[in-house]
């Protein structure tokens, strides 16, 4: 019985040992200068994919935000757990600084940098690109995303990811499901898919409406609006399937200021990049 006992006390301290190294190793602090660059910004996100750079918008604006204003930086793409130990897609370690979300890390990021995307705008005109922004990051984010995640499921998963159809089969409900409680808070609950196609040639004849002829979303230089509104009109042009309505309205020629203005941004900022577009026509 006592042997039993010790052999039980042995396995439950070789468990809390182990337990507790990894707790120790998730949480250990990685020095600025030996485990990465002084002065360079580590970009943690998702690895890289077959049409585009980046899935997530958010971590593409800020890799975009970054280029733009040719900020040094290298990506992480262990997906590593965040500042507060979340796992929290992008962020970034910057000398001492961990932070996360888009908006906070390219705020942080002009303040510190002292870069502007934006100072060449007046008054009325910086109102009018953060409406765009927000309407942009608020509603077409959520709109691109629920097409993607639940409409075109399928086509997402098996051709993207090129995951296999029996591993589709098994998790696709219970996916499925829970992407659309997701989105329940977004406006998109309850509507059919062709409502939220429909939701999202709204939004892309709303895009076209506001870009013109202008070479970008503010004017004749590019600004901060273009980080986001390049991020995710551009999932819809690289990622989506052909027979997604909003694919079609941009490719099919009504929307030939929005295809230039895809290709501009392509080769201004992510021309380095390499493999990710040369798989697109443009």
């Given at each position: 019985?006592?042997?039993?006992?010790?052999?039980?006390?042995?396995?439950?301290?070789?468990?809390?040992?182990?337990?507790?190294?990894?707790?120790?190793?998730s949480r250990s602090?990685?020095?600025?200068?030996?485990?990465?660059?002084?002065?360079?910004?580590?970009?943690?996100?998702?690895?890289?994919?077959?049409?585009?750079?980046?899935?997530?918008?958010?971590?593409?604006?800020?890799?975009?935000?970054?280029?733009?204003?040719?900020?040094?930086?290298?990506?992480?793409?262990?997906?590593?757990?965040?500042?507060?130990?979340?796992?929290?897609?992008?962020?970034?370690?910057?000398?001492?600084?961990?932070?996360?979300?888009?908006?906070?890390?390219?705020?942080?990021?002009?303040?510190?940098?002292?870069?502007?995307?934006?100072?060449?705008?007046?008054?009325?005109?910086?109102?009018?690109?953060?409406?765009?922004?927000?309407?942009?990051?608020?509603?077409?984010?959520?709109?691109?995303?629920?097409?993607?995640?639940?409409v075109y499921w399928?086509?997402?998963?098996?051709?993207?990811?090129?995951?296999?159809?029996?591993?589709?089969?098994?998790?696709?409900?219970?996916?499925?499901?829970?992407?659309?409680?997701?989105?329940?808070?977004?406006?998109?609950?309850?509507?059919?898919?062709?409502?939220?196609?429909?939701?999202?040639?709204?939004?892309?004849?709303?895009?076209?409406?506001?870009?013109?002829?202008?070479?970008?979303?503010?004017?004749?230089?590019?600004?901060?609006?273009?980080?986001?509104?390049?991020?995710?009109?551009?999932?819809?042009?690289?990622?989506?399937?052909?027979?997604?309505?909003?694919?079609?309205?941009?490719?099919?020629?009504?929307?030939?200021?929005?295809?230039?203005?895809?290709g501009q941004n392509?080769?201004?900022?992510?021309?380095?990049?390499?493999?990710?577009?040369?798989?697109?026509?443009?």
């Amino acid at each position: 019985m006592n042997v039993i006992l010790n052999h039980k006390k042995k396995v439950l301290a070789l468990g809390v040992t182990i337990v507790g190294a990894r707790y120790l190793c998730s949480r250990s602090t990685r020095k600025c200068g030996v485990d990465f660059p002084r002065d360079t910004v580590i970009l943690h996100t998702w690895p890289r994919m077959k049409f585009i750079p980046q899935m997530d918008p958010f971590s593409l604006k800020v890799e975009t935000y970054l280029r733009a204003n040719d900020i040094p930086y290298k990506l992480d793409e262990e997906s590593k757990n965040g500042p507060k130990g979340d796992s929290c897609i992008p962020w970034i370690e910057y000398n001492d600084k961990r932070l996360a979300d888009h908006d906070v890390i390219t705020k942080y990021l002009s303040s510190t940098l002292n870069k502007d995307m934006n100072e060449h705008l007046s008054m009325v005109e910086k109102e009018k690109a953060t409406e765009i922004q927000k309407w942009l990051e608020n509603r077409t984010y959520w709109v691109t995303y629920h097409t993607r995640w639940y409409v075109y499921w399928d086509d997402m998963l098996v051709n993207l990811f090129e995951c296999p159809t029996y591993v589709n089969n098994l998790i696709r409900r219970p996916a499925r499901l829970y992407q659309k409680i997701i989105t329940k808070k977004h406006g998109i609950d309850g509507k059919s898919d062709d409502e939220v196609n429909a939701m999202l040639v709204e939004d892309l004849r709303k895009f076209s409406d506001i870009l013109g002829e202008k070479d970008f979303v503010m004017g004749n230089h590019i600004s901060e609006v273009d980080c986001i509104a390049f991020s995710i009109i551009s999932q819809i042009r690289w990622c989506w399937p052909k027979e997604s309505p909003g694919h079609q309205l941009l490719t099919g020629g009504e929307m030939q200021n929005v295809m230039d203005y895809l290709g501009q941004n392509k080769k201004l900022i992510l021309v380095r990049l390499g493999g990710a577009y040369e798989v697109c026509q443009v």
